[in-house]
């Protein structure tokens, strides 16, 4: 099926009373018990209109549904997902989550989530008012344009996966944002809100205002069977998946087609109802880029997950796919609240290597595999693992064997460990700052192998490097070790415990 444009056959079946005769128009339905995870619900904007507002219920204590909206020609207006206040849109000025829009008369479509539907039938409730005079001011709102804050071979310190008061659940302005990024050190935050890219519009406006921290366009594709951050999107590909006829797969080569970097998000939270989707379950996409290995600080949430998403990495290598290791804080609140359930913007952080501090230097960066995380924060020990001048693609140096030099900073009495084929190879004592180690690595005929690098702390990683890779060819099957992974299982935790920090990290409360 073509886009949100024409009645849906569900429509059929609706029970909807529409109340015509004056503002609001109300539309009352029970949402199709199907397999698809969306539907529509069309409705007319009569001409005149300047303004919409529209109030929405899933009239449940139990179900969650999840709203956006389309345009009379079929195009995405916003996605405010779990957003509890109304939406408003206009062509001068919208509600948060979506974009300016004309309101040309015709036929325009609500676009609903099926988000969790436990109780059935499960029943809507729309409200929509057509105004003639708008409530809302004008927005200054501008196309977004790339800069570059900095020219300099090195490593930037940074944050992929932030969100901003664009994201229904988050509190965070652009400049609250940028003022603690500053503060803690970081070069870069990637501004990853829900199924939205309006941030876009106002990004240029604040990073006139930043001038040591580069705001980057990112999205958190988010599905009901896992998060996908593409950072450096500007455009953003269906999500709707069923009533467009879109896969994820699509929407993962339309990320690379743009030049952003498709990521796993957190991709062992398995919260069920506390946080939907948020677990990884759509399996092998091609085309995925990287994988975020620290979630939450370390301190705060991390010690929960990381390892698992550590193993979970570990086991995508085993297949032959490769993934850049990011990490991202999931900061709502610019650092507010932080406590016991809330880490804030830096914790992790992710060291890029790039020629400058721009979207494309970073975006190299990550697609070379040139990274480093620290699971803590800006503060933790930094390993910088020096590579050989020889022929490579990407992360992966082309011959049978390579030899590399690891430079650890600020890791004093703690443990340097390589990490070859997904088993510990070495481990050294490190006693001195800055400290280096050797390792030569070496693919065997018709195969790849594989090594990263952490500092451990307590026998716990604390920073982790990328994989540097080694074949006669980067396509060919990576060495997969008959021993058990090195990474740990996931920590026992109380279930009081994970309850609250799931509720902190539940994309939408009820």
Known sequence: MQRATRYNAHMLSIVALAVLCADPMVIEGTVPDDASEFFTVPFTVAPGTVELEIRHDDLSSSNILDWGLFAADGGFVGWGGGNSEPALVGPLASSRSYSLATLTPGTWNVLVGKALVTQKPAKYRLEIESRTTPTLSAQQRTAWMPVTLAVSSRFYAGDLHVHSTQSGDARATLDEIAALAAKRGLDFVALSEHNTLTTLDFLNDAQSRSPTVLLVPSVEFTTYAGHLNAFGATQLPDFWFGVSNRTLADAVADFAAQGAVPTVNHPTLDLGTFCIGCAWEHGAVDGLAAVEVGVGGWDETGSLFDESALAFWEAQASRGIHLTAVGGSDDHRAGVGRNQTQSELGSPTTMIFAHELSVAGLTRGLLDGRTVVKLRGPDDPMIEVVLPNMAHDRDTYLGEQVELSARVTGGVGHTLVWIEN?????????????????????????????????????????????????????????????????????????????????????????
């Open 422 to 510: 997904g088993v510990v190879a070495r481990t050294d004592q490190i006693d001195v700052s800055p400290f280096s180690a050797d390792f030569v690595l070496k693919a065997p005929s018709g195969n790849t192998a594989r090594v990263r690098a952490e500092v451990r702390v307590d026998q716990q990683p604390r920073t982790v490097t990328s994989f540097v890779w080694v074949g006669t060819s980067r396509g060919l099957p990576p060495v997969v070790s008959p021993k058990p992974s090195s990474c740990s299982s996931v920590p026992l935790v109380s279930i009081a415990l994970l309850g609250l920090w799931a509720l902190r990290r539940a994309r939408r409360g009820k």
